[in-house]
């Protein structure tokens, strides 16, 4: 029979927990404060027989949770300890997993689902990333690198976050664009022993081969024609920190034989030198396309694609965890207070409602950019619906052929008006279209658009 310790200075919540697990099947040993829950713990000849899994609140008295999980991890290293708690924040999350907790559940806690996580532990022997269920206690407060969600795929990202941020592990976020990839790199970082070490992002799309090579791995003076002094790259620049690579899939033929080398022996050569560098840098790749598919087409290098995702983080787009819209909405709201000073704190079921309805394809970036708008353009503290200006989706209503024209002209137009709409920056225009900075750049030379572009 396994014996599973519960810790949680409630009684009734104790007595709730050793009910439901005697009746399920388990011996039940239970501790009222941090103090009683290390001894129980860790002297297992106390009570006859060894703890098979712990339970531990976050909120003890004597010592908090946190205290408790060091004390006993650092003991015994390989009790599987399930952390409890009624506070859903991220950082909670990340630091349970990072101090060696297997799971991390809100409260109340959902019976059933306690049960799949118990019966998933003692089922397997490598860690559970079993989701959970959150409570709706949280009210999400701006601060920087900071992510909000509560969705099981959300709390699934956090974990993994929280398994890997101490290591130098290479990790690979896939995800639409606007779901937040560039987030996930900052929260790795900056929630990891190495957050007072330098975080770099570069843009792969936004930048030539050439110049990327450049900016990637710098040059000697002379390399190439304006090449007037020796320039470090990134990966100097980066050093002890963290490397973001963003769109990945973009990067030439010959970048990434550079950069599978320096990921195998963490080494490079500056464009033009013959001096080898080595630097201790964690990479993080991001990419919104299917790098699986450009392996299988030969567009993208199979041994690369495998050493970039030892670990993969897969971001679920907005329209997939709805439930998380509305603590999202009161978080960017808080950050657009910072930002403008203007402060919109009342929201209208019908503003919600109409929000919800949304499909958002531009995903947590079209949402931070529309509320943005709509708080520049409010009067007072409440946020309209009118202040929004949502594009209706044609779902449901009749379609009428207003447009009959070939597919080619239709992409054309429709390109020419995001270019103008934007002022022409290419960038933007290229995360409004789905496309890379590349494709873009071929689209316009394609339909002629190079003269018209021009200011």
Known sequence: MKTILIADDDKAIRRTLELHLTEVGYRVVTAANGSDAVNLALADTAIGHNIDLM???????????????????????????????????MQTAIKAIRLGAIDHLGKPVDLDHLDEVIDKIFEMSALSRTGVT??????PHFEQNIMVGRTRAMKEVYKTIGAVADSRATVLIQGESGTGKEMVARAIHFNSQ????????VACSALSPTILESELFGHEKGAFTGAIRTKPGKFELAQGGTLFLDEISEISPEIQVKLLRFI?????????????IKADVRIVAATNKNLSTLVASGM??????????VVSIDLPPLRERKEDIPILVKFL????????????????????????????????????NTLRRAVILSHGNMLLPESLHLEEGCDGQERFPLLLKPLHEVEREHIQNVLCYVRNEKKRAAEILG?????????????????????
Do not use: C
């Open 435 to 455: 496309i890379s900075r590349p494709t873009l750049d071929r689209r316009i030379k394609e339909y002629g658009l190079e003269e018209e572009d021009k200011p």
């Open 194 to 201: 190495f957050r007072n070490r330098p975080f770099i992002a």
């Open 300 to 309: 993208f290098r199979n041994d690369l694609y495998y050493r970039l995702k």
């Open 333 to 368: 709201l808080e950050k657009l207070h910072h930002e403008t000073g203007k402060r919109v704190e009342i929201i209208p079921q019908e503003t919600m409602n109409k929000i919800l309805e949304h499909s958002w394809p531009g995903n947590v970036r079209e949402l931070e």
């Open 134 to 139: 959150f409570s709706d206690s949280f009210d």
């Open 264 to 276: 195998q022996e963490r080494e490079f050569e500056r464009v033009g030198g013959i001096e080898t």
């Open 55 to 89: 339970l531990l609140d976050l909120r003890l008295t004597g010592m908090d949770g946190f205290e408790v999980l060091t004390l006993v991890k650092e003991k015994k290293p390989f009790l599987p300890i399930i952390m409890i708690t009624a506070y859903d924040e």
